[in-house]
């Protein structure tokens, strides 16, 4: 009852201390989790991806640059990153040794990948390591979906991985999490249940859902993302009713446990793609609990900055300049309609529903 009590009170002062950092516009709380983005290079052209289309003269971080990076940010007392893409496997050799490097230090280590560089022996080497959690990306119950998404081919390629990924599992005993990722638009949401069967029938442990966003790159003006609304990737007005009767689903099955997401996430889904630009999703805290680092050590919230890289500013202190100020400005007043699950939304509802769940008290 102690340490309930004790987790209580934590969750309580991390709301009052974002909900201060929001009106003061300081970070008086240090970000959550930090994401690096390996790469940009992937060898799929997913229909809903705008990532594997950007190009930049800049070197990629190297080695020892992503280290000092993690040395920074374990000295700053943060115990959770994670790594994606692209395709975060481009870079095999270095995310393999980052994984080990960070484990050692008794750091929350998670990978995004899309699987296509995943064979028996890397997969060996990524349980080896200590990985918290390996997320695969699925987005298709049966394969002509999934291949009509990622590409001709993967979706036996993933379905492969997943197999040997949870062999592997049993026989080294290891504690990494296993989920599925899935992305929600109109050429697969018929097949949201079935996928989550198809996860537990292949003995992963999770699955998490992302609904669709017009520009996962943040290089797009917000006056051309209207077009998007209208291509074949968004559920349209007449596919809401079916959309809706799959959520309630999906939210049954969220008893089971394996389900990542909240449900206040999924009862928003149907008016994000009802609405369309209209949606508004509430005060986001995009800035104030998590940091994302491109490959080049560019630090970038939603586009909207603060332009600095922390192969010149160590990660603590570019936190709190007087950049990162204005870039959470610009994020207080963001209306982009957005359902990207790496942002929390402040609303102590909400948050404490979802504290209620991830104990599945609810």
């Known amino acids: 009852m102690k340490i309930l009590y004790q987790d209580f009170l934590t969750f309580v002062k991390d709301y009052l201390a974002n909900n201060l950092s929001y009106q003061l516009n300081k970070p008086l709380v240090k970000p959550w989790r930090v994401n690096f983005?390996?790469?940009?290079?992937?060898?799929?052209?997913?229909?809903?991806?705008?990532?594997?289309?950007?190009?930049?003269?800049?070197?990629?971080?190297?080695?020892?640059?992503?280290?000092?990076?993690?040395?920074?940010?374990?000295?700053?007392?943060?115990?959770?990153?994670?790594?994606?893409?692209?395709?975060t496997l481009v870079r095999k050799n270095d995310v393999i040794e980052l994984l080990n490097y960070s484990s050692s230090k008794n750091m929350r280590t998670d990978l995004i990948t899309n699987g296509y560089f995943l064979d028996e022996e890397t997969c060996k080497k990524l349980l080896e390591c200590g990985i918290s959690k390996i997320s695969l990306s699925v987005d298709g119950a049966k394969r002509e979906t999934h291949d009509?998404?990622?590409?001709?081919?993967?979706?036996?390629?993933?379905?492969?991985?997943a197999k040997f990924l949870t062999k592997l599992k049993e026989e080294m005993n290891a504690k990494t999490e296993l989920e599925f990722t899935t992305t929600i638009l109109s050429y697969n949401f018929r097949e949201l249940v079935d996928i989550f069967y198809l996860m537990r029938s292949l003995n992963f442990d999770f699955i998490t859902y992302q609904a669709v966003v017009p520009d996962n790159s943040f290089t797009i003006d917000s006056k051309d993302l209207k077009n998007f609304y209208e291509s074949e990737l968004w559920i349209k007005e007449e596919e809401i009713e079916e959309l809706e009767s799959i959520i309630k689903k999906l939210l049954l099955l969220k008893k089971t446990g394996c389900i990542r997401n909240t449900r206040?996430?999924?009862?928003?889904?149907?008016?994000?793609?009802?609405?369309?630009?209209k949606f508004k999703p509430g005060k986001c805290i995009a800035g104030f609990s998590y940091l994302?680092?491109?490959?080049?050590?560019?630090?970038?919230?939603?586009?909207?900055?603060?332009?600095?890289?922390?192969?010149?500013?160590?990660?603590?202190?570019?936190?709190?300049?007087?950049?990162?100020?204005?870039?959470?400005?610009?994020?207080?007043?963001?209306?982009?309609?957005?359902?990207?699950?790496?942002?929390?939304?402040?609303?102590?509802?909400?948050?404490?529903?979802?504290?209620?769940?991830?104990?599945?008290?609810?």
């Open 264 to 277: 206040n996430y999924f009862k928003r889904i149907p008016k994000y793609f009802e609405l369309k630009d």
């Open 37 to 87: 983005d390996i790469t940009h290079k992937c060898p799929f052209k997913c229909v809903m991806c705008n990532v594997w289309k950007m190009s930049s003269d800049e070197k990629e971080l190297n080695l020892d640059e992503l280290k000092k990076v993690v040395d920074e940010i374990k000295e700053w007392g943060i115990e959770h990153i994670s790594f994606a893409g692209g395709e």
């Open 292 to 362: 994302n680092i491109d490959p080049y050590g560019n630090v970038n919230i939603c586009g909207l900055g603060p332009g600095l890289n922390i192969k010149d500013v160590k990660t603590h202190e570019l936190w709190k300049s007087e950049k990162f100020k204005k870039t959470r400005e610009l994020i207080k007043k963001c209306n982009r309609p957005c359902l990207m699950l790496c942002y929390n939304k402040l609303n102590f509802k909400e948050l404490f529903e979802a504290w209620l769940e991830l104990r599945r008290w609810i």
């Open 148 to 161: 009509k998404i990622r590409g001709d081919g993967n979706y036996d390629r993933v379905i492969s991985v």
